[in-house]
């Protein structure tokens, strides 16, 4: 099986709507239909940061969702850079954490990759406020002086030419890209041919290396047990099941990040940036060893990991009938202006 992160996709309504300029921030949910549709809107009435200050209030306690953002600057087209920022509350149930965590690739992709400039990820209100976007800056603005060869990485990303390290791992894309063991890039081998189905990745902070965890054949349910709870990992699973009466085997990328909530430990500011930045191009191995991932995640811990669930991102259901949306009319004001559906 090949396709999209989860096979969500964005309504109609949605992408006729984005890039209208009367627009600072469009809020974008999960429907019942399974597709992401534009719920709300919030009018230009300042900076990009000033504005900033009126999204809290509109993010709800239970319920995750997407903001698209509007920044104040430009591209050689005169069309406006965009940030997406990804709200998941901890309290959200752990199917809506899946479903919008794994959907985030598709809503960029399908409303254009190059509008997109920088992503943030937040579980509480208070991280989209200035305060916590400055934080952010603050946090992205401090990573450590580059080394020697993450400098010649830098002006080769620049020049658009193949970036990696220690023998064919690594390869061009936006983010960290720190060389891999020879031996992470054996597993990925042996997860091709099918003699393991499941391989996890680290990062050595001080070597700035992608070093192998583990690499072996489990059962997906033990696969939440293989996620630790104090540290950042990215896991590669070949999930071999059965589906409309066809045996698929779907390629599965998690990235998990402990955030301090339902008892894990939150890793280092450092850590977790790095990760973070690293997840292109760590998931870039798969297509190195022509490999298709069929469904990307990001998670907290091992508990929300649940067959049932990957299933349904791998496979969701169709509506028999889609929802009939009203085309949203531009207004003015500092207020989220509801869409009637």
């Given amino acids: 099986m090949s396709g999209p992160s989860s096979g969500i996709g964005v309504t109609p309504q949605l992408r006729e709507n984005f890039l209208n300029e009367n627009w600072r921030f469009i809020k974008v949910q999960i429907n019942e239909d399974l597709q992401m549709e534009l719920v709300s809107t919030v009018a230009e009435n300042g900076t990009f940061e000033q504005d900033l200050g009126e999204l809290p209030p509109f993010l709800e306690a239970n319920n995750p969702c997407f903001i698209l953002a509007r920044t104040d600057k430009k591209n050689n087209r005169d069309q406006y850079r965009w940030n997406i920022f990804l709200y998941v509350p901890d309290r959200s149930p752990t199917r809506s954490k899946m479903l919008y965590s794994s959907s985030k690739s598709n809503l960029k992709k399908e ?185 990307k995640l990001e998670i907290n811990n091992g508990e929300d990991v649940a067959e049932s669930e990957i299933t349904n991102l791998l496979h969701p259901p169709r509506a028999d009938t889609p929802k009939k ?17």
């Fill in 111 to 295: 409303l254009g990759d190059d509008f997109f400039i920088d992503e943030l990820f937040g579980s509480v209100p208070a991280d989209f406020s200035v305060q916590g976007y400055k934080m952010y800056i603050k946090h992205k603005e401090a990573e450590a002086p580059l080394t020697r060869e993450e400098e010649k990485i830098k002006e080769d990303r620049e020049q658009g030419v193949f970036v990696g390290g220690g023998g064919t791992g690594g390869a061009y894309a936006h983010g960290v890209a720190f060389p891999v063991d020879d031996d992470a890039l054996e597993a990925m081998s042996n997860l091709k041919s099918g003699s393991i189905n499941y391989v996890q990745l680290t990062i050595d902070v001080d070597a700035e290396r992608i070093r192998l965890l583990e690499s072996k054949s489990i059962s997906i349910d033990d696969l939440g047990s293989y996620i630790p709870n104090n540290e950042p990992r990215f896991h590669f699973y070949k999930y071999d099941h059965e589906h409309g009466g066809n045996n698929l085997s779907s390629l599965i990328f998690i990235y998990s990040c402990p955030d301090g909530s339902k008892g894990t430990v939150s890793a280092p500011v450092k850590m977790r940036m790095l990760f973070s930045s690293s997840k292109a191009n760590v998931s870039s191995l798969a297509s190195n060893n022509d490999m298709t991932i069929d469904l």
């Fill in 325 to 341: 949306i009203n085309k949203p009319t531009p207004r003015g004001g500092r207020r989220l202006i509801k869409t009637n559906n």
